[in-house]
């Protein structure tokens, strides 16, 4: 699965919330000020040649849908970000996110339950 461009995302995001949509439609979720009818009907169409998306026909018109998951393509995003900018080290990017974005009590408290129960369920499969 390649990686998207920034506007590539930008569709697949309104895409992923849509479930099934036209391109009106996809238009009309977008921040303004909104594209142009044929440029985000070109996006689609690239993200289709992708593999990302598929339509239905109906005559002249297309409804779009989206064939590669959200939880998919945020799986292999963040593989990316992990393997490029914190050199595959699960603690640098958890360093990183302590120490950058000044996490509040309840955030700390969160994540420390987090990697409790991850612990859990590491112990119980042995």
């Keep these: 699965m390649e990686m998207l461009t920034p506007t590539e995302e930008r569709i697949m995001r309104v895409l992923w919330q849509l479930e099934l949509a036209f391109v009106k439609e996809v238009i009309a979720k977008l921040p303004e000020p909104k594209p142009p009818y044929n440029t985000v009907s070109s996006v689609i169409r690239l993200l289709e040649k992708k593999g990302f998306v598929d339509h239905n026909a109906f005559g002249k018109t297309h409804q779009y849908f989206p064939i590669v998951s959200k939880k998919a393509y945020s799986k292999r995003t ?10 595959g080290s699960h603690k640098s990017l958890v360093s990183f996110i302590v120490n950058e974005e000044k996490l509040n009590e309840t955030q700390i408290l969160e994540l420390e339950k987090l990697i409790k129960k991850q612990r859990k369920q590491k112990q119980a499969k042995k």
């Design 78 to 87: 963040f593989k990316d970000l992990l393997g490029n900018y914190f050199e």
